[in-house]
């Protein structure tokens, strides 16, 4: 089905895929050295993290595995078995769920959050307020490499200042929702500065008043100080990157659903513990999501979430 309003963007997978984690794991679960783990989206990884800082009061020493490797990446862990816990940045892709499939891996799908990808830079540029849709496509755009590369070309009112685009790495999720919906298809600009980590596309942005990079809200919002957010122009005026804009549908191009991919099997194995912060990661979401600078989805479908998966005592 798909939810409307805050969660226009969200659409829940088929339940073929839908794990159930039973309370008896709680007690099966046998007291393995191994360590949970967590990989992929650098987008979930705050909220993981905000967990585990939470489930630390009651239980110092608990430790786990946080691996940010780009949604991509993560989703390969998943289907290996060497990750029970998955960010993702986008909905676990066709050949993706058959790779999962084909290696006997079930997983649970949860919906963590809404976010939104925005254009951000430096505090020192007083002249860039905003941009047009199509602006944004050209900047990026393949076809601009090596001849759009001063501000002055994009607008004459600009400052004939150089262009240095900049944004995540391939791997991450963000890469491809953002050229996708921008309708560049995955492909972006030969002299583009690709980064492994969100935070380290802040930091560039923020040293060259001439730079221009696309990242998460919530990692912009980090920065604030550092960076600024664009106003995006998508045909009715210029819209500038909210969590009510996003919660409005005004945002739609660049607003999307993050999401939590669990391997219930390979959770069984940990101990006692990690079923203990899966229960309090689930059961909480929607506080560390706020923590996290993500925009939280409706209350009940944290609670659909818990139902799902049957973690309550």
């Not at 659409?11 to 073929?16: I, S």
């Not at 939470?54 to 940010?68: E, S, T």
């Not at 596309?201 to 923020?206: E, I, L, M």
Request: glycine fraction near 8%.
């Amino acid at each position: 089905m798909t939810l409307n309003m805050t969660n226009k963007k969200l659409q829940l997978r088929p339940l073929l895929h839908l794990v159930v984690l039973p309370l008896a794991l709680v007690c099966a679960a046998s007291a393995v050295k191994a360590q949970l783990r967590y990989a992929g989206s650098d987008t979930v990884e705050p909220v993981i993290e905000a967990a585990h800082v939470a489930y630390l009061r009651g239980h110092a020493g608990y430790k786990m595995q946080m691996q940010a490797l780009g949604t991509s990446s993560g989703l390969r862990e998943l289907c290996t078995g060497r990750a029970a816990l998955v960010g993702a940045s986008r909905p676990i892709k066709t050949e993706e769920v058959k790779t999962c499939a084909a290696a006997g891996v079930q997983y649970a799908e949860i919906p963590v959050a809404l976010d939104a990808v925005v254009l951000a830079v430096s505090t020192k540029n007083t002249w860039l307020k905003e941009l047009t849709l199509a602006e944004a496509r050209t900047l990026f755009d393949p076809q601009s490499s090596n001849k759009l590369l001063s501000w002055k070309q994009v607008r004459a009112s600009f400052p004939d200042v150089p262009i240095r685009t900049a944004g995540p790495d391939i791997k991450h999720g963000t890469f491809g929702f953002f050229t996708e919906n921008l309708g560049l298809k995955g492909f972006i600009r030969s002299d583009f500065k690709d980064f492994t980590t969100h935070a380290a596309t802040g930091r560039f942005v923020a040293g060259d008043v001439g730079a221009i990079g696309f990242m998460p809200m919530g990692d912009a919002n980090a920065m604030d100080g550092q960076v600024r957010v664009l106003a995006l122009d998508m045909g009715a005026g210029p819209i500038t990157p909210s969590q009510d804009e996003v919660m409005s549908g005004r945002y739609d191009k660049l607003s999307r659903t993050v999401y939590l991919y669990i391997n219930s099997a390979l959770l069984a194995k940990g101990n006692a513990q990690d079923i203990e912060f899966a229960q309090l990661l689930i059961k909480d979401m929607e506080k560390f999501v706020r923590f996290a600078n993500l925009i939280p989805l409706r209350g009940l479908q944290y609670q659909e979430n818990f139902k799902r998966l049957s973690l309550s005592r």
